[in-house]
């Protein structure tokens, strides 16, 4: 079983959203383990405090790296293939081509930051590597965190059920966009203000013509693609 684990100091952020919908029936399936870890559980002082001024003077506050520490040598597993992440905008950009390539580890443990940032000791010596889901800054790294869980989890045989929706999804074929989809009704009518626009689905698909489907198909996906 896939293991997820995530350092954050608001677990219920994440459980809200893991324990739903495909990612739910994975884990209820035994398929994957997610797990949010609270932060503060592994701090060493009496308040439970996971962070401090930051040293040089500035604004706000710096998460500290001990709790860090100690969380990761408590939940790592020695005897599996594991990857720490630590989530951060500053980091590399995260692509479905790093989606594929952290499917293949056992486990995986993404730290999320908070306030004006972590430490850089968690950056340089807990670590492996840090990744960004974008050139923005969220109010902290859980966001960035379920969204390459749920990336990777989908990855892991049996989540989707259908082997061939993986293949033709976007970015999975070559770097190519997916053609568009449609299902019923096949003309809808919609309402613009006072007036009214019939859309309806392209002849093609519903033409029963497998090689010319697979030719529109073809052609709308470069086209986004391009």
């Known amino acids: 079983m896939k ?26 399936a035994k398929l994957i383990d997610i797990h949010a870890h609270n932060l503060r559980h592994f701090s060493d002082n009496k308040h439970k405090q996971v962070d401090d001024t930051p040293y040089g003077g500035g604004p706000g506050m710096v998460m500290t790296v001990q ?17 720490v992440i630590l989530t951060s905008p500053s980091g590399k950009r995260f692509t479905q081509k790093d989606a594929v390539r ?46 390459m869980t749920d990336a ?9 059920g259908a082997s061939a929706s993986l293949e033709e999804e976007s970015h999975s074929t070559d770097g190519q966009l997916e053609y568009p989809q449609y299902t019923k009704p096949e003309t809808y009518v919609m309402r613009k203000g006072l007036k009214k626009k019939k859309l309806s689905v392209p002849p093609v698909l519903l033409s029963g013509n ?5 030719r529109w198909r073809k052609e709308q996906s470069e086209k986004r693609s391009r």
Do not use: W
């Open 210 to 214: 497998h090689k010319e489907i697979a």
């Open 102 to 147: 952290l499917a293949k580890y056992d486990q995986l443990i993404f730290l999320c930051g908070r306030y004006e940032g972590i430490d850089q000791r968690v950056t340089d010596e807990i670590a492996d590597e840090s990744l960004s889901i974008g050139d923005y800054v969220l109010t902290g790294g859980e966001l960035a965190a379920m969204t």
């Open 67 to 83: 709790p860090f520490d100690a969380a990761v040598r408590k939940i790592k597993k020695r005897t599996k293939k594991t990857r």
């Open 3 to 28: 293991r997820f684990e995530i350092l954050t100091i608001f677990p219920e952020m994440v459980e809200g959203y893991v324990n739903e919908s495909i990612l739910g029936r994975a884990q209820r």
């Open 152 to 160: 990777i989890a989908r990855l892991v045989p049996g989540v989707l």
